[in-house]
């Protein structure tokens, strides 16, 4: 059973940084694709930023230059370290991995960026 286990969400000051972490459990193979996403309360679910198995990234326009995602293979786990924030970065953030065509998400967790 495939298994994803978030962490690193808290509430923080504008200008604050955070760095959340997703491993994922019960995956035998490789994982090809790796993402983070976030929902805001009445809104769609948007890409963040994503990393492929060759290291290759993408980045939402609002969060260039302030967020790097990042993995470790060895570990299964992805990472999001997010600086500079903002509190329109206030959302839930969920991760997403896909190995080869099955998706799986995990359970999400708050970033709150208030003064």
């Known amino acids: 059973q495939v298994q994803l286990v978030e962490s690193g969400g808290s509430s923080v000051q504008p200008g604050g940084s955070l760095r959340l972490s997703c491993a994922a459990s019960?995956?035998?193979?490789?994982?090809?694709?790796m993402a983070w996403y976030r929902q805001a309360p009445g809104k769609q679910r948007e890409l963040v930023a994503s990393?492929?198995?060759?290291?290759?990234?993408n980045y939402a326009d609002s969060v260039k230059g302030r967020f790097t995602i990042s993995r470790d293979n060895a570990k299964s786990t992805v990472y999001l370290q997010m600086n500079s924030l903002k509190p329109e970065d206030t959302v839930v953030y969920y991760c997403?991995?896909?190995?080869?065509?099955?998706?799986?998400w995990g359970q999400g967790t708050q970033v709150t960026v208030s003064s």
């Open positions: 019960g995956i035998i193979s490789s994982i090809n694709f």
């Open positions: 997403y991995v896909r190995p080869v065509l099955t998706g799986y």
């Open positions: 990393i492929t198995s060759g290291g290759n990234t």
